[in-house]
């Protein structure tokens, strides 16, 4: 089996290469390697990659139309997941353009090879962030998600639609994952707990949004790569008893399914950073600041589905987790 992995230096990427490496799956995978946040992290995680048997790599952005259209004629993939994006609510504020290039064009490039080379199973890389200013919790991949908040959001929801038509065109089976915010060793320095660690650590202030009362599904890494794995093997049947009437990602005729992989049970910002608080023995310096634009104020996965579909629920509490990732913080740089 061969699975092509997108975004391989990445957070998410990067353990899911190694699960399929332990698993004795060849994967090839690609990243650009862009400064979005330090490039020598997404270095080094491909330093623990590059020397075991199964793995390749090759430099190459997802926009890249021609060098896409040469990877899918020179390699015959099994699976594609597609864990590569231009990542991050805010940035989407200053960079829009990063957005459009990655998530859009590169998205349907990936599409294109995925339907010209006739892969089993496409799975993508969303996000919670699609169901933007949504009220009702928790979230539920039959929610309306008509009004995101963020340009981010809004080309992870452009992801979900352009899969869909390609399923609906070619019988190509995607699925896409919706991540409520991942954390765990190896982690993006752009994520809150990541910052929290680094400022606590060293004795300097930290920021907390909407004065800490934004509550998150956090999601420990190795929660979201069991789903992952069992997804892929999975892939979605097209359902002929659907509804024309009330379509859903549940129910459509064509071969794709949604998923949510979130903990299941949010939690208060600042309930998280006493967490943090405790197992680094120090106190943080808060400066509790008003909700930024693109945030929203809670996300809460429900994951039925995924536990019906798959038999999968995340579990890791955030305790364990959190005391994992400071276990990986501290040896990395040597606290």
């Known amino acids: ?63 890249d139309r021609d060098r ?55 799975v993508f890389a969303s996000s919670s962030s699609v169901y933007g200013a949504n009220t009702k919790v928790p979230f539920a991949t039959t929610d309306n998600v008509d009004h995101p908040i963020s340009l981010y959001a809004a080309s992870k929801k452009a992801n979900e639609l352009t ?33 929290f660690v680094k400022a606590i ?24 790569i ?8 999975q892939p979605p049947q097209a359902k002929s008893n659907a509804s024309a009437n009330s379509p859903d990602a549940a129910k459509t005729i064509a071969p794709y399914k949604l998923y949510n992989i979130g903990n299941n049970s949010p939690v208060e910002l600042l309930t998280f950073i006493e967490v943090i608080e405790k197992a680094l023995g120090k106190t943080a310096k808060k400066n509790l600041l008003p909700m930024q634009p693109g945030d929203v104020p809670c996300t809460y996965a429900d994951v039925d589905d995924l536990t019906r579909d798959v038999g999968f629920k995340p579990t890791t509490p955030i305790e364990q987790g959190l005391h994992r990732f400071i276990q990986w913080y501290r040896a990395y740089y040597k606290q």
Not at 42 to 52: N, T, V
Not at 108 to 121: D, F, I, P
Not at 202 to 224: A, E
């Open 163 to 195: 899969a869909h038509v390609y399923s609906h065109l070619y019988q190509l089976p995607t699925t896409g994952l919706r991540f409520f915010t991942v954390y765990g060793p190896w982690g993006r320095p752009d994520m809150a707990y990541f910052k």
């Open 1 to 63: 089996m061969k699975v092509l992995v997108t975004g391989v230096a990445g957070f998410i990427g990067y353990h899911f290469a190694q699960r399929l490496l332990t698993e004795e799956i060849q994967v090839y995978g690609i990243d650009n390697l862009n400064d979005y946040y330090e490039v020598n992290l997404k270095q080094d995680r491909l330093a623990q990659l590059h020397p075991q048997a199964g793995f390749t790599f090759q430099l190459l952005d997802l926009a």
């Open 201 to 224: 650590e060293s004795g300097k202030p930290i920021d907390v949004y909407n004065f800490g009362k934004m509550k998150r599904d956090f999601t420990y890494i190795d929660d979201v």
């Open 68 to 122: 896409m259209l040469q990877l899918f004629q020179a390699h015959k993939f099994d699976y594609v997941v597609n864990l590569a994006a231009q990542a991050g609510v805010r940035y989407s504020l200053q960079n829009p353009f990063a957005y459009v290039d990655t998530n859009l064009s590169g998205f349907v490039n990936l599409l294109e090879g995925c339907r010209q080379s006739q892969v089993k199973h496409l």
């Open 226 to 233: 069991e789903g992952v794995i069992r997804v892929m093997h």
